[in-house]
Structures are given as structure tokens and as C-alpha cells.
């Protein structure tokens, strides 16, 4: 026994040794540690396994493509359940434990800001979510509270409720209810959908909040149901999504259903029953058409036998290639030192970059020899404004027989011309 102790203290120090040894020589010790936090389980889970699957993806064409800094990634991933407080304590041992210098995640706002606040901007941990829309994002962005550590690879609140807005407003839709998650995501669809939709010739009749993992929403749906709207927009998550959709219709409301982008989910569709959502519409982030988003798709497929189409699939794969290549721009893996780097990996002089791991071996050559890059992932051109943030193109889906469809593209020109409509 004592022989083994002696072994293991040996090999301990030795792992010391060595790693002291290569941080001297300004070489990381390996692996690099990469956090991420998804909800793999609660009303997220089904969509959240699949937006792992596409960090996975990543963590993978990352490693082929040379790893950063020579050494390889490893992803340690945590489930947040949904949960804020579940979410946080991820995060804390991410940091604290695991000793990540950046993080992925996740997918509700309402996870998401106490995990930025308490967490990755106090430790000056760089953190990237593919799925998180609240404008409470941008305004503490903007008021100096994030300390640039917040970067979101999926367009605002505001770009999914004015789409939502104009899709009503095409279909002839005056008068429609909205069903909405008790959270600073919910809330910011509410206040911007309503300011559209009003704007677009629209009133909304009714504003109805929920909280998540109820068995039922019978009352919720009642009291939405007592306007009589002639539409009604549900803002929820699939688990909880799917128990509304079919109390709704099963109590007599119309299917004229207008659905939030983590709605867009093969198991909610399911889950309700395709024939009660032939006239239903979404909104979703539409990706740029390109031969990276190509390449994307065409590696998702192979690796896992299906679509890549989702909420946060692509913009999860570029969230995790994005810190990929600034962890190898940075001089040194430190929060700082990777939270500068970020913005440099979209250069307009720069080469541009793409999807998988050949790209990724041609990105990390351009930055041994110090030239500039610009990435164009899953989801195109990867574009950070001062505040973290990203534009983008709204995506119109529906639900044909019993697949997942797409009605039509709202390009980047189209929304600025909406965003222009409505503010002025």
C-alpha cells in the first residue's frame, strides 16, 4: 500500500512538473479545458441533447484540426436542467473545479444571466450561448456589467418577435393571445411582439404568463381562451409546449398557432400530434446559404443519421468553434486574453475561415504565421457588435404532414427594413 501511495504521489508530481514546465515555456498543459453548460434533461432536455450533440461535433472538428494551441480539447459538459440554480452551480464548478478559462452556454436567458452575473463575468470567464435572447443581455452590456465576457451566436429577442409579428400580421391575424414563459425571454417577446404586431395593424387581447414543469396549464390556457382570439402565440420550451399546445386545442381553441423557435422540435411535433399543427408558423434563426453552412450540414448528418435543422444546432457548433479559434489567437489562455481575442475572429481583411476540421487546420496556420481570419460558420459570417451580439435572418417554419418545413426566409435586408417599420 504505502508502495502505491509513493506511485501515485510520484505521478502526481510528475503531471506537476510537467505542467508547471509547460506554462513556463508559455505552452498550456494538456489537455484544454472547455466548459459547457446545456439542459440535457427537463423541458429543454430533448433539444438540448441535440445542441450537445452539435458542441460535440465541434469539439471534434476542432481537435482534428490541430486542437488549440497543440493541445487537444476537452469538453466538459454539465446539465443545467433548466434550472438557474442547478445552472449556476455548473457553472461554479466549471470554473472553480474543472478551472475552465471559457464556457459555452446555455439555452434559457433565464439560466444564462445568473451564471453571466454571479459567475463567468466576477471570474473574467469568456462565455458564449447559442440559444440565450434576452435584451437584459444587451442593456447590462451596455451599462458596463458584463465586462465584454457575454457573446450570443443567435440574433436578439427582438428579431424572433418582430418576424413572429409580421408572419401574424401576413396571415390577417387582428387579434391574437400570447402564452408566454415567466422569464426575462418571455417577458422581452411580450413587450416586443406587442409593440410589432400593434405597429403592423394587430392588437393583442391577452398576456398570459406560466411557470415551467407544471403538469397542466389548463388555467393559463382558459384564461387566453376567454377573448376569443382569432390566433393564439405560445412562447415555451417543448415539454411544457406540448402539454399547453394540446389543452388549447383540446379545450376548443383555434389552430391558427404561432410558435417561438425552441418549438421547432421534432419531438414536440410529436408530442401534439401533426394534424393539430398543419396551420400553425414559427420563427427561427436562418442561416446564410454558402458552402460552409453546407459543409455544416453535411457533417452533422454523417455524424449522427440526422438533420442538423433546430433551435441552437448551428449557432451551438459555432459558439464552440468561435472560442475554439480565439483560444489560439490569444497569447495566453486567460479569460482577458480570450475575451480580446474573440473579436478577432472576424476581420474584414481576413481570410475567411469556415466550417470542419480542414478548415480549422487552414485557420490555425494563418494564425501561427500572424495573419488575420474571418470565420463564416454554420451560421455564415459570425459578426460581434460592442455588445456581444450577432444580427441575423428570421426563418418562417411550418409543419408539413408530419415534418418539420419552411415557409420562407426573412433576409438580413428584410429585417432591417422591419426593425426600420416599426422603431423608425
Not at 458596463?144 to 457575454?150: A, E, I, P, V
Not at 454523417?302 to 459555432?318: E, F, L, R
Not at 489567437?329 to 476540421?357: E, M, N, S, Y
Not at 415557409?407 to 429585417?415: A, V
Request: hydrophobic content about 40%; proline content about 6%; overall charge neutral.
Amino acid at each position: 500500500m504505502k508502495l502505491l501511495a509513493t506511485l501515485s504521489t510520484s505521478a502526481v508530481l510528475v503531471a506537476g512538473l510537467a505542467a508547471g514546465e509547460a506554462q513556463a515555456q508559455g505552452r498550456p498543459a494538456c489537455p484544454v479545458k472547455l466548459g459547457g453548460i446545456l439542459p440535457l434533461t427537463g423541458s429543454m432536455g430533448p433539444v438540448g441533447k441535440r445542441i450537445a450533440d452539435s458542441a460535440q461535433l465541434a469539439v471534434k472538428h476542432v481537435n482534428e484540426g490541430g486542437g488549440v494551441k497543440g493541445c487537444p480539447v476537452q469538453f466538459i459538459l454539465r446539465d443545467d436542467q433548466g434550472q438557474p440554480t442547478v445552472g449556476v452551480d455548473a457553472a461554479k464548478y466549471l470554473v472553480e473545479v474543472e478551472g475552465v478559462p471559457a464556457m459555452t452556454g446555455t439555452v434559457s436567458s433565464g439560466v444564462s444571466l445568473p451564471i453571466l452575473t454571479s459567475i463567468a463575468a466576477p471570474s473574467k470567464i469568456p462565455m458564449i450561448s447559442c440559444c440565450s435572447t434576452a435584451a437584459t443581455f444587451t442593456t447590462l452590456a451596455q451599462e458596463g456589467k458584463t465586462g465584454g465576457y457575454f457573446f450570443r451566436t443567435l440574433p436578439t429577442v427582438k428579431t424572433q418577435a418582430y418576424a413572429s409579428a409580421k408572419v401574424a400580421a401576413d396571415r390577417g391575424y387582428k387579434r391574437v393571445a400570447m402564452i408566454y414563459i415567466n422569464t426575462d425571454f418571455g417577458s422581452g417577446m411580450v413587450k416586443d411582439f406587442t409593440k410589432a404586431f400593434t405597429k403592423l395593424g394587430g392588437e393583442v387581447v391577452k398576456t398570459v404568463a406560466y411557470n415551467e414543469n407544471q403538469p397542466s396549464y389548463r388555467a393559463e390556457v382558459n384564461s387566453a381562451l376567454a377573448e376569443k382570439p382569432d390566433a393564439v402565440f405560445m412562447v415555451a420550451f417543448p415539454q411544457d409546449g406540448a402539454t399547453m399546445t394540446r389543452e388549447w386545442i383540446s379545450l376548443g381553441g383555434t389552430q391558427n398557432l404561432i410558435l417561438n423557435n425552441s418549438l421547432r422540435s421534432p419531438e414536440y411535433v410529436r408530442s401534439v400530434g401533426p394534424r393539430f399543427l398543419q396551420n400553425a408558423v414559427g420563427m427561427d434563426n436562418a442561416s446564410t446559404a454558402g458552402p460552409t453552412v453546407d459543409a455544416f450540414k453535411q457533417s452533422f448528418q454523417a455524424a449522427y443519421n440526422a438533420s442538423p435543422d433546430g433551435p441552437g444546432i448551428y449557432n451551438q457548433y459555432d459558439a464552440v468553434m468561435v472560442l475554439g479559434l480565439a483560444m489560439n489567437i490569444a497569447p495566453d489562455l486567460t479569460g482577458p486574453a480570450i475575451r480580446d481575442a474573440i473579436r478577432k475572429i472576424q476581420d474584414p481583411a481576413g481570410t475567411v475561415v469556415g466550417t470542419g476540421p480542414e478548415e480549422f487546420k487552414k485557420a490555425l496556420a494563418l494564425i501561427k504565421e500572424g495573419k488575420p481570419i474571418r470565420y463564416t460558420g454554420a451560421t455564415g459570417p459570425v459578426e460581434f457588435d460592442a455588445n456581444g451580439d450577432v444580427g441575423g435572418a428570421a426563418l418562417i417554419w411550418n409543419v408539413k404532414g408530419e415534418q418539420l418545413g419552411v415557409d420562407r426566409t426573412l433576409t438580413i435586408e428584410d429585417m432591417n427594413a422591419l426593425f426600420k417599420q416599426i422603431d423608425g
